[in-house]
């Protein structure tokens, strides 16, 4: 399957396979198509590997799946060897695996950094990619594997006056390499989602002044992090086959956990009750586990959430702030929910305070306020905790142009059509890691990761055995599988929530349910499943002979 030696790339240089992105998936990619010997070049906008964890280095920045499990499964000797010096690492820590990923693999020398991809497009006559970067080259290339993320594209709110103002400011999901201080400063922050929740209480132990400007409040459960111990990671270590394969078969989410085997209102009060504090008090999303009927049914919802909100009010000392922090507009877990250090407890400091720009929006930001009701909070920094155009927003980025000149956005202008979430029909040979309509961000994403990766590098072998030169999502294919999507989702409670996952929190975004909720387990089977049927479903095509002249 060498693209170079294809009389068809015209380009400078000719590839079996680009990769956009060099997070956990590009690079896992990268890894998996050198053991195949297909050639591949990865091209990442950033100056380093890690991706998310490369660019959201903002004050208490960590993962909430915790290390042990947040980590690749590819290679045993990593899991074995590498030490997680906490339940839940702190980016730093992260990161410094992503690069060590990179060295004892050897992945840099395929990797061009600072280069994001910007045009993508397909000839129809070579089947090949044309790809386009931003150092203005073009290269060719059999396969696109857009290993671009689902939270890569920082989202800066459209207020009024926010480039008036005179102080830094800063994104969480853009955060400067160089340690920013706040000693001393009267700081201002928009957003309480995952990232605002895990930043305020760090930002208000420096900050003469904390300013927290809530349009939503969140159901955020304790993470209660903790140094590990050398026994806890042995025990981990020891039962990691175990450990990975009930991640990816058994938890919907993709997370090592004891199932739930009942429904919330199974229990009475006092039981459930004791359970909830139990799950409390072990933190972390497995909360979410406790019962197997909490995304499902409105009322076994609503327990969850009020021992949540009144476990708020028993930790925020003023009523009226307490009240403001409980989530009351939609259920539990159908926003992402959150895993904190503190959060709650900060609203007690005197030096932190809670502003409602639901009830009264911010009326603009002057050089050195914002101001709300027609009052100005005046700060000296501004940190946006505004999340992502999660998804599709780095694909939508890409000019991408498939069959007949047909670009991806226009394809997906009315929301996003893929088949598995891997590819969208019309466009053959273009892959998507965790793509819209496959679990992915509703999953541990590394789970999620490596499942498509693997199922990638598979289908690719598939083809060279085959003689294959082009795939595509049949059309029917995909509208099932989009139809499947959503009928699962709105089987639950999920799509009653103005969430990210449905794309509300960009004004415009169509409102579809991205993620698919059928669990990775199931998911898995069905992608196994379809390959094991000659890849069903997709339409494989054969490189055209060349003509015999005329006799
Ligand atoms: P990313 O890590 O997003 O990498 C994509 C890369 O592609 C980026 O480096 C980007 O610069 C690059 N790119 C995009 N477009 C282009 C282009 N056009 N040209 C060149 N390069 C491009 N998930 C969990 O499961 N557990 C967690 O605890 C967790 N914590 C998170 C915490 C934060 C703060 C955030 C933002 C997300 C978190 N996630 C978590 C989700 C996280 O995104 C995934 O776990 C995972 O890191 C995604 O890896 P990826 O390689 O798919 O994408
Ligand atoms: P987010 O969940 O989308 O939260 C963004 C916050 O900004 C919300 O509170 C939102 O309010 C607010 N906001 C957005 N635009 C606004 C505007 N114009 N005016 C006022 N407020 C505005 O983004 P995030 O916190 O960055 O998290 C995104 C995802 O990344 C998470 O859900 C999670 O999957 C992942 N993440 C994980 C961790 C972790 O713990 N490991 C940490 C960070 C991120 P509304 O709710 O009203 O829209």
Redesign the pocket.
């Known amino acids: 399957m060498s693209a170079q030696s294809s009389p068809a790339h015209q380009a400078s240089e000719a590839f079996d396979v680009v990769i956009?992105?060099?997070?956990?998936?590009?690079?896992y990619m990268l890894h998996r198509l050198r053991g195949l010997g297909l050639s591949a070049r990865v091209?990442?906008?950033?100056g380093g590997v890690?991706?998310?964890?490369?660019?959201?280095r903002?004050p208490g920045?960590?993962?909430?799946?915790e290390s042990m499990q947040?980590s690749y499964s590819f290679s045993d000797e990593l899991q074995q060897e590498w030490d997680w010096s906490e339940r839940?690492a702190p980016?730093p820590e992260i990161l410094k695996y992503a690069n060590h990923v990179a060295d004892r693999f050897d992945l840099r020398r395929d990797i061009q950094f600072d280069?994001?991809?910007?045009r993508a497009e397909f000839d129809e006559r070579s089947n090949a990619w044309s790809v386009t970067?931003?150092d203005g080259r073009t290269v060719s290339a059999n396969f696109v594997v857009l290993?671009?993320?689902?939270?890569?594209?920082a989202r800066k709110p459209d207020i009024k006056g926010l480039d008036r103002f005179k102080g830094p400011v800063y994104h969480?999901?853009n955060w400067p390499h160089e340690p920013v201080d706040f000693t001393g400063l009267r700081v201002g922050i928009i957003g309480t989602g995952?990232?605002g929740i895990?930043s305020v209480p760090v930002i208000a132990e420096q900050a003469k002044h904390l300013t927290v400007f809530q349009r939503t409040p969140n159901y955020s459960i304790p993470a209660h992090n903790a140094a590990l111990t050398p026994a806890e990671r042995q025990k981990f270590r020891d039962n990691y086959p175990e450990i990975r394969r009930f991640a990816r078969w058994e938890a919907r989410n993709?997370i090592y956990t004891d199932l739930p085997d009942r429904g919330a209102l199974d229990d009475g009060d006092s039981e459930r009750r004791a359970k909830y504090e139990a799950r409390w008090a072990r933190g972390g999303l497995t909360f979410m586990s406790v019962y197997n009927n909490l995304g499902l049914d409105k009322a076994a919802n609503d327990t969850a959430a009020s021992f949540v909100r009144e476990k708020i009010a028993e930790t925020v000392k003023d009523p009226a702030t307490a009240k403001l922090l409980q989530p009351t507009t939609y259920p539990i877990g159908t926003k992402r929910i959150c895993i904190d250090t503190d959060y709650f407890d900060t609203f007690n400091r005197p030096n932190v305070s809670l502003v409602d720009i639901k009830a009264s929006p911010i009326e603009e930001i002057t050089e050195n306020a914002v101001r709300v009701a027609g009052h100005d909070h005046e700060i000296d920094t501004l940190v946006l905790a505004t999340g992502?155009d999660a998804m599709t927003g780095?694909v939508a980025?890409?000019d991408i142009r498939g069959r007949a000149g047909r670009t991806l956005n226009q394809k997906w202008a009315e929301g996003p059509k893929t088949y598995l979430g891997l590819m969208s029909a019309g466009f053959p040979n273009l892959f998507i890691?965790?793509g819209p309509g496959s679990p992915s961000?509703l999953?541990?994403?590394?789970v999620s990761?490596e499942q498509h990766v693997d199922w990638i590098a598979d289908c690719l072998v598939h083809m060279r055995e085959q003689g294959l030169a082009t795939m595509e999502a049949d059309v029917s294919a995909e509208e099932k599988w989009v139809a499947h999507v959503n009928e699962v989702a709105h089987g639950t409670l999920y799509p009653q929530a103005n969430s990210w996952y449905m794309g509300a929190n960009i004004p415009g975004k169509p409102r579809i349910f991205m993620p698919y909720i059928g669990g990775v387990g199931a998911y898995r089977q069905i992608c196994n499943d379809v390959a094991a049927k000659g890849y069903e479903g997709f339409v494989l095509g054969r490189a055209a002979q060349p003509r015999r002249a005329a006799s």
């Not at 956009?20 to 690079?27: D, S």
């Not at 290993?147 to 594209?153: E, I, Q, R, Y």
């Not at 999953?443 to 590394?446: K, L, P, Q, W």
Request: glycine letters at 16%.
């Open positions: 956009v992105g060099a997070g956990f998936a590009g690079m091209y990442e906008q950033g890690g991706g998310t964890w490369y660019w959201n903002y920045a960590r993962c909430d799946v947040y839940y980016q280069t994001s991809v910007d970067t931003s290993a671009t993320g689902c939270l890569s594209n969480t999901g995952s990232s895990q993709g992502f780095s980025r890409i890691i965790t961000v999953s541990n994403m590394i990761i």
